[in-house]
């Protein structure tokens, strides 16, 4: 999310400016000075770069920047400014939790130049993740991809506002998958270039889908290339969530657990050298109620290994209460198959308005 504060100082803008037309007026008052029978091979040589096709790569960035910028907008709220990428033609769009902070209504502007009111329909603080409507129809959308299953090295592309430059195109590739950080698991980290204001516009894939919402960059201590975008598929399943009950449900184990660490595992002589050890079952809670115990170690939760804590909480959110979720257990010595009805969370308190990132 990015105030309106335009760093591009009218000084080095009028420099670069008067730069190019120094130049130019020299060249104009050389070539008049020419004889009219040199060959100007200069000006050949030119045109013959500007006819080379372009790059399949090329034409690759620029028919996506075509189809998906349309749907790219503007949300903003009193103090700042960030993006935002209609996933459906009914006006409903996604953005981050932080863009919108608390509030109930935002102000959304087309790349058309209409500026529309948007109604916050539901938010999720923890994944970073909001879903406004604005009212109307026939708008334009983008398309959704499914980020379980990207490449890392595959191409990302990046559309957004930085600075308030609208519509910015950056490109780069899927750096890492499942990365932990900013009170988040399961980021993408891409290197296409992500700055203050592309927070909630789309990160898309070569064939211009949706494959995560921008929401974060490192920054500092020479970092650089360092970004960050929430799954499309969980903020999906938030969206869908919000739709049909107006709120975001998160399913729980209702236990406390640490990751296990392959030194202590080697030391204590652990079963299992991956995994997340049960600290403390809640009483009464749907843990309790399938028997985990203390100490018991989760290694897998449904299909997913569970390697550390980050994977049992992208399965726990990809699951919504009332769901049975099928665990690996690993008791002493032995395995032991458990099933869990899985529980509602309690309800997120209202996040206050966290500062652009």
Known sequence: MQKRNYSLRPFGLALALGTGVGVGQGLVQNAR??????????????????????????????????????AVVSVSRNGGMGSGVL?????????????VGNAQQVRVELADGRRL??????RDASADVAVVRIPGSG???????????????????????????????????????????????????????????????????????????????????????????IPINLASNIVQQVLETGRVQRAQLGISYS???????????????????????????????????AQDIITRAGDTPITRGGDLRRVLRAHRPGDALSLSVRRGGRAVPVTVRLAAAPAQAPAPPRPAR
């Open 87 to 99: 996933i459906r033609s009914d006006g409903v769009l996604l953005t981050n939790a932080h863009v």
């Open 117 to 122: 009111s948007g109604r916050v329909l539901g």
């Open 259 to 293: 990751d296990v660490e392959p030194e202590t595992a080697q030391q204590l002589d652990m079963p299992v050298r991956q995994g997340v050890v049960v600290q403390k079952v809640q009483p009464g809670s749907a843990a309790s109620r399938a028997g985990i115990r």
């Open 33 to 70: 000075s020419w004889p009219s029978t040199m060959p100007f091979a200069w000006a050949q040589q030119r045109a013959r770069v500007t006819e080379a096709p372009l790059s399949s790569e090329e034409q690759s960035i620029i028919r996506v920047a075509r189809q998906v910028s349309p």
């Open 139 to 229: 708008f334009p959308q983008a398309p959704l991809g499914d980020s379980d299953h990207l490449q890392v090295g595959q191409a990302s592309i990046a559309i957004g506002n930085p600075l308030g430059l609208d519509r910015s195109v950056t490109t780069g590739v899927v750096s890492a998958v499942n990365r932990s950080g900013f009170e988040m698991d399961g980021l993408i980290q891409t290197d296409a270039a992500i700055n203050p204001g592309n927070s909630g516009g789309p990160l898309l894939d070569s064939h211009g889908r949706v494959i995560g919402i921008n929401t974060a960059v490192l920054r500092g201590n020479g970092a650089s290339g360092l970004g960050f975008a």
